[in-house]
């Protein structure tokens, strides 16, 4: 039974990795600011459910309070720190970024800060795909350079990974970032293009799809990358011990970058399509130009993933998309 401390735990990813530890038997202590950047109905629902489980502890505090995180963390002494929280979404980067300074810059830097004086025997960050930016070569691999983000939410993602891996260096401890690829399934954010083209459609609604509906993503089911993440927390990294040529652990920390994704990019109207069966309804785009910071596509090279964990996140987009309708069905008429 391992006792973990999971940032961001009424989140989308948060609450999916949360309840499967949970299943598995562990002790959580979950923290949530519960930021109104979307209905925060939502995700107090999320803790609701979790907090049906007798070895969860709900906490609610901001990552900016470093006083509060810190209370956390000595009251759940964790083995394993997975942070999780930050302020998401690329287009509302270009709205309010003052937002991703304050969570995914400030809020990193305590959760560091918080791991140095805790110590675990593993810390776990999330980044996200949109840290290649304007990177061509596909498909995208840990080891490619980084350098030219695209908004202001990939580059403090980006100065996460920086920090994270000047933290394992000086501190000491092991660390891994994982990448995230267009991640969807139930419980979504609102936000998101399926939970939006879904509502849109179910009320008759046309969809705004941008970039002409000409751009690719390595969508990646939730579940499946859960199951990714569970399998990284017992593989903490060590120095010197890489696993294969593609290997992106450090050479001066125990620290490792991981893509998440199936390596799989579907356009975005196969996904559309698949919406469009799974509701038995006609999906009504309405064709726009791709936006700020957008990019034409994303593509997760997995053989990292795989070397470490022997699993490739692999579920159909059919099978997805109909869990996700399925669980919006049910919730809208709850």
């Known amino acids: 039974m391992t ?22 038997g562990h002790i959580v202590a979950g923290l949530d600011g519960f930021t109104p950047y979307y ?34 963390a000595e009251h759940a002494r964790p083995n394993v720190i997975v942070h999780l929280a930050a302020q998401a979404g690329v287009r509302y980067s270009l709205e ?23 110590r675990p025997g593993h810390l776990l960050f999330a980044s996200t795909s949109s840290v290649y930016g304007a990177n061509a ?5 840990e080891t490619d350079r980084t350098d030219h983000p695209l908004t202001l939410y990939a580059a403090t993602k980006k100065a996460g990974e920086d920090m994270a891996h000047a933290y394992a260096h000086l501190h000491k401890i092991p660390t891994t970032a994982f990448r995230f690829f267009t991640v969807y399934g139930p419980w979504g954010r609102p936000d998101m293009a399926l939970f939006k083209f879904v509502e849109a459609t179910l009320a008759g609604e046309p969809i705004d799809v941008y970039g002409q509906g000409q751009m690719k993503r390595d969508f990646t089911y939730v579940e499946d990358l859960v199951e990714a993440v569970a399998r990284l927390i017992g593989l903490p990294p060590r120095q010197g011990e890489p696993v294969g040529v593609h290997d992106s652990l450090s050479p001066a920390a125990p620290y490792r970058v991981v893509n998440i ?39 997760a090279a997995p053989d990292l993933l795989c070397a470490l964990t022997g699993y490739i996140p692999a579920t159909p987009m059919s099978a997805g998309v109909d869990a996700f309708v399925a669980w919006r069905r049910t919730h809208r008429q709850g």
């Open 96 to 118: 309010n970024p003052r937002a991703y300074a304050d969570a995914n810059l400030s809020g990193t830097f305590n959760v560091l800060e918080v791991a140095k004086a805790v």
């Open 3 to 24: 006792r973990f401390l999971i940032t961001g735990s009424a989140g989308f990813i948060g609450f999916h990795l949360t309840r499967r530890l949970l299943e598995d």
């Open 261 to 299: 994704g199936g390596g799989k990019p579907a356009g975005l109207m196969d996904f559309i399509a698949a919406i469009e069966t799974s509701l038995g309804k006609t999906v009504r785009p309405r064709f726009l130009p791709m936006q700020k910071g957008d990019v034409p596509a994303t593509w």
């Open 39 to 72: 209905d925060v109905r939502l995700k107090r629902e999320r803790h609701t459910v979790l907090e049906a489980y007798t070895h969860f502890t709900a906490h609610e505090a901001m990552l900016e309070d470093f006083e509060a995180l810190t209370r956390v």
């Open 137 to 141: 070569s596909m498909p995208f691999r």
